[in-house]
């Protein structure tokens, strides 16, 4: 036996253990999630994440934060919303894992009508249900994010006084519980369903910040992500969410929140230096324009 598939094996032994403090389940297979970026194994990202093979089914046994945790059993669980079904945690006193349910199906890099559709049903029905929540717990920590970001952006031409009116509207936004990370890769396509997967960034947050991030990185000739999504596809999506809340704001007014909203994820490649062709400064001084536009008048 090599010394690669000595730890290997030792590290299985290991999952098995942590879940079998979750579940009585027969595992069948383990397999790590990674992500693959080249030929060489360096090139190789490996995660704490692990698929767990059972004669029910697949499961994910993940190691993740308190905030996902939170997040599934205060908010998540007993409902009937598109997400993974929860089953469980472990606390070892260092750290924390989940086993949740595994969603076989496709990520939306590619999207259709119909996805972009039951995307915004998925989305709906889950701000429904947590309208002008008052938890503001996870609200203080995005708080104190886009204030850090707003000082970094802030002397620049245009851009930086369009954020300042974003930053601002955030403490009268409507806040309901939101996925944080809501891209193409956090969702997959099962069953005529939308499933929206990984909650650890989750929590009462602004309305509009899932479906601008939603849309703001989907292309048509995927420049940003790899996710295709064309105009007519986001018109769809972000009509949906509106025609499906029970509550919600003016039309004018959600259009507008979502535009700020796009420009906070503009503003947070350019700050994570990820803006390498100018994509996002771009975008950003042009969505900054239409916005000054409407405020100042």
């Known amino acids: 036996m090599g010394l690669g598939q000595f730890k290997i094996e030792i590290e299985n032994k290991m999952i098995e253990e942590i879940f079998h403090k979750i579940s009585d389940e027969q595992i069948n297979r383990i397999q790590q999630v990674c992500e693959q970026y080249g030929e060489d194994d360096i090139a190789t990202r490996y995660y704490d994440v692990y698929v767990i093979s059972t004669n029910s089914g697949n499961k994910i046994l993940k190691k993740t934060e308190r905030r996902e945790v939170l997040n599934y059993e ?24 989940i086993l949740v349910e595994a969603v076989e199906g496709n990520d939306l890099r590619d999207m259709t009508d119909e996805i972009a559709i039951e995307a915004a049903n998925s989305l709906a029905d889950i701000q429904n249900a947590f309208w002008n929540n008052q938890d503001d717990e996870r609200f203080e920590v995005y708080k104190k994010r886009i204030e850090k970001r707003f000082h970094y952006i802030k002397d620049v031409p245009v851009i930086g006084a369009a954020y300042s009116v974003f930053v601002k509207r955030q403490l009268l936004c409507p806040r309901t ?52 999504m064309n105009k007519k596809q986001k018109q769809l999506f972000v009509n949906r969410v509106y025609e499906k809340l029970q509550q919600k704001p003016e039309y004018s007014e959600y259009l507008f929140d979502i535009k700020l909203a796009v420009l906070n994820e503009y503003v947070e490649f350019i700050e994570a230096d990820e803006d390498e062709t100018g994509w996002y400064y771009n975008h950003a001084l042009k969505l900054a324009k239409e916005i000054l536009a409407v405020s100042l008048n």
């Open 74 to 97: 205060g908010y998540l669980v007993n409902h009937s919303f598109s997400v993974p079904d929860y089953l469980g945690k472990y606390e070892d006193g260092i750290n924390i894992w």
């Open 177 to 228: 519980m939101s996925n944080g990370d809501f891209l193409e890769f956090n969702a997959v396509y099962c069953d005529s369903k939308v499933v929206v997967i990984d909650w650890g960034f989750g929590g009462i947050m602004p309305y509009s910040l899932d479906i601008a991030r939603f849309i703001a990185h989907a292309t048509e000739d995927r420049a940003t992500f790899p996710f295709y």
